[in-house]
């Protein structure tokens, strides 16, 4: 026999959940944010991605079509972050961008361990 599974909800804007329980959703279908009880037992609020990405100020972000890795970030501002990956599809190099969007200003490389652990990153000038 099915089940209905029930949440809490709210259409009233950014009203938020007082009391939830760990593991226990929450729905506002007005603002269409998420809510639930983390193991801190705090309220936290899973946001929708075009809600983070205006927090963010970001105007665009590009993926890879046959691996789905984030590739390119652009920004309100202009600046821009191109990401590059090695032959294992970990993140081997960042470039960064002046506000122009095409001025190279400098590139962090990533150093992993043989456990793909993230050991140090290293700063170049363009």
């Known amino acids: 026999m099915a089940q209905t599974i029930k949440i809490k909800k709210s259409n009233v804007e950014n009203k938020k959940p007082d009391n939830l329980e760990i593991g226990e959703l929450a729905l506002n279908y007005h603002d269409g944010n998420i809510y639930y009880k983390n193991s801190d037992n705090a309220i ?6 075009d809600a983070r990405l ?30 590059y ?5 970990d993140l081997d190099y960042v470039d960064y961008f002046a506000t122009n969007g095409s001025t190279h200003l400098f590139t962090q490389t990533l150093s992993y ?8 990153t290293t700063w170049s000038a363009a």
């Open 113 to 120: 361990d043989e456990n793909k652990n993230l050991i140090g």
């Open 44 to 49: 936290a609020e899973m946001k929708r991605l």
């Open 85 to 89: 990956y090695d032959e294992d599809g």
């Open 54 to 83: 205006d927090e963010m100020d970001v105007t665009n972000m590009s993926y890879n079509e046959t691996t789905d890795d984030l590739i390119e970030v652009t920004y309100v501002s202009g600046n821009k972050i191109k990401l």
